[in-house]
């Protein structure tokens, strides 16, 4: 891990300078180390004298150039002979700045390490096994999921697999409202269309759901049971067309997330709270434990005392008890089956709501083990244009018809371009573009590309063995662009750990982009297969490299490496 070697050195750096007296002796700073946007900056650039400077009192370009000839003497600076070093040159520069170059001969040694960890490469183990229960999307079963829900489905899943590929344990879980008002009218909209196409008057409730899904589950069900509910008393027909319309609800967005590639570890209902009492429970804990109390005929918490801006209420006065209540029985079924932290990602419409959670389970012991990830919603348009009506039913354009349209990896990638709390403006038409402007289309066909030179070798009769090339050999990678190419591989392993750390997958599709730029560029300008044997087999094993870390990242996203396009 070359940032990590290097912060190690620096570190190193400032404590036996300050050991020395060449600099004072202070806590040792937390430092920034970051690639340089400009290549007469060196490799990686710090800013640890600047900070030091302003703990110190000292100049920052004198305890630069303390810090840097301690780099100079102590980490190697790489000669004739000097295999082993890892720096080429350190420079002072600007107000502070310490700028290093890497020896090539240590930019090789990790490209060789990127090759032998394959699949692995980008992985850490600092989660420690530590469970996470990630909730996501969590739509109401009553009826088609929107585009909305397309994007947390994206986000969701790659935000688990960024927090495994950092060594945590991780559970994906969608939760059911599945109990309450909305079921209930749910089953009464069911019903009236059900006897509309039966040719039975129906008044159709004021506040139903109105669109076309309504009527085809119903006409699924008048087709089922040929109209044996017809003369059912109301109450009865509604609770079973309820119930079986549920099912089909929930079968149709269970489908809608697998064919996304979506699989979820628990699908956890509201029902199953209410029914186990687990609700009813909690809000008489509550008012045991004295963190709840009694007023106007109602139950409320006092979440006031743990941060939120007032009371909220958990049992309404009619004996109702409110979704709060609800949600602070299921986040602590979450804790008792043993999670350590839990992620939920909700619409930017719950902004209000978040404080008030996490001053529940503040108040039952858990600070802190509550994170909200708040997301904006998702403008469709189509060449520019806003699309906001299906051709196909002209209502809203639905999840499922989107992904019909583009396909699953245009869509997950796409959705994941802009960070969560950025609202994203979803052009359809870019998105089935087999153009350089198409992002996903841009990395997938970088690929596709190192796929058909290793194809082209083949046909040459070029050694293709995965044996990693000699280090004298790998040294006839010595041009501007190969550098570049072999230096933004490596980004991709601290860029695995920021994101995770972050909640940031959108980061790994701007630097994807990056390095299919950075490839482009050096296949435009070099041939990867000549007459030069040595020189063929240094650059199918950088372009490997590559084509690796591409793949190992949009792995994480959950979209495809195609070979071919």
């Known amino acids: 891990m ?8 620096i570190a190193a750096a400032i404590d036996s300078a300050a050991a020395a007296g060449e600099i004072p002796r202070v806590d040792r700073p937390d430092f920034v180390l970051e690639r340089p946007r400009h290549k007469a900056h060196g490799d990686w650039s710090t800013n640890a004298a600047l900070i030091l400077s302003g703990e110190t009192g000292r100049s920052p370009r004198d305890i630069a150039a303390v810090i840097a000839r301690r780099l100079q003497e102590e980490a190697g600076i790489a000669g004739p002979t000097a295999e082993a070093a890892t720096l080429q040159a350190v420079e002072v520069a ?5 700028n290093l170059t890497l020896s090539r001969d240590r930019v090789l040694r990790e490209l060789v390490r990127v090759a032998s960890e394959g699949e692995s490469y980008g992985r850490w183990a600092f989660g420690e096994g530590q469970r996470y229960n990630v909730e996501f999307v969590s739509a109401n079963p009553v009826g088609p999921l929107h585009v909305g829900h397309g994007r947390w489905a994206a986000l969701g899943d790659a935000l688990c697999n960024l927090l495994a590929a950092v060594g945590y344990a991780v559970d994906r879980e969608f939760y059911l409202n599945d109990y309450g008002t909305q079921m209930e009218i749910f089953a009464a909209s069911v019903e009236a269309r059900y006897l509309e196409l039966a040719g039975q008057e129906a008044e159709f409730p004021a506040e139903g759901y109105h669109g076309t899904y309504i009527a085809d589950i119903a006409r699924v069900l008048l087709e089922e049971d040929g109209g044996r509910l017809l ?18 609800a929930l079968a149709h967005i269970r489908d809608s997330m697998t064919s996304f590639g979506v699989d979820f570890d628990t699908w956890f209902s509201e029902r199953e709270l209410q029914r186990i009492g687990a609700v009813e429970r909690e809000v008489r804990g509550l008012l045991e434990d004295g963190l709840a109390y009694e007023k106007d005929g109602a139950a409320w918490m006092a979440t006031s005392h743990f941060g939120d801006d007032k009371d909220r209420v958990l049992v309404r006065s009619n004996g109702a008890p409110t979704y709060f209540a609800a949600d602070i029985a299921y986040h602590l079924n979450k804790m008792a089956r043993g999670y350590d932290h839990l992620i939920n990602i909700w619409g930017a419409d719950h902004h209000g709501y978040v404080r008030r959670m996490q001053a529940a389970m503040e108040a039952r012991g858990y600070p802190d083990r509550l994170e909200v990830i708040l997301g904006q919603l998702v403008n469709l348009k189509r060449g520019g244009e806003p699309v ?39 052009d359809i038409q870019l ?19 190192i796929c ?13 063995s995965d044996d990693i090339p000699a280090l004298e050999t790998l040294r006839l990678l010595d041009s501007e662009e190969e550098a570049d190419l072999a230096l933004k591989i490596f980004e991709f392993e601290e860029l695995v750990r920021d994101a995770a750390l972050g909640r940031a997958p959108h980061r790994l599709t701007r630097y994807l982009e990056e390095l299919a730029a950075v490839f482009h560029v050096f296949y435009n300008r070099h041939r990867v297969i000549s007459d030069d044997a040595e020189l063929t087999a240094a650059r199918l094993f950088l372009v490997r490299c590559a084509r690796q870390v591409i793949r190992n990242g949009l792995g994480i996203l959950g979209v495809s490496a195609p070979e071919s396009m």
């Open 2 to 9: 070359i940032a990590k070697e290097l912060r190690e050195m």
């Open 388 to 426: 906001r009506m299906s051709k196909r039913t002209g209502e809203m354009v639905t999840f499922d018809e989107l992904v019909e349209e583009v396909g699953r990896d245009a869509a997950r990638y796409l959705f994941l371009t802009r960070s969560q709390d950025t609202a994203l403006d979803f």
């Open 231 to 248: 003369q059912t008393p109301s109450g009865e027909r509604r609770a079973e067309l309820g119930e079986r319309a549920y099912g089909i």
């Open 94 to 98: 600007g107000p502070g700045f310490i």
């Open 452 to 464: 058909s030179i290793l194809r082209y070798g083949l046909g040459k009769g070029v050694d293709l």
């Open 431 to 449: 998105a089935v573009e087999e153009s350089m402007d198409n992002p996903v289309y841009y990395v997938q066909y970088a690929h596709a590309r």
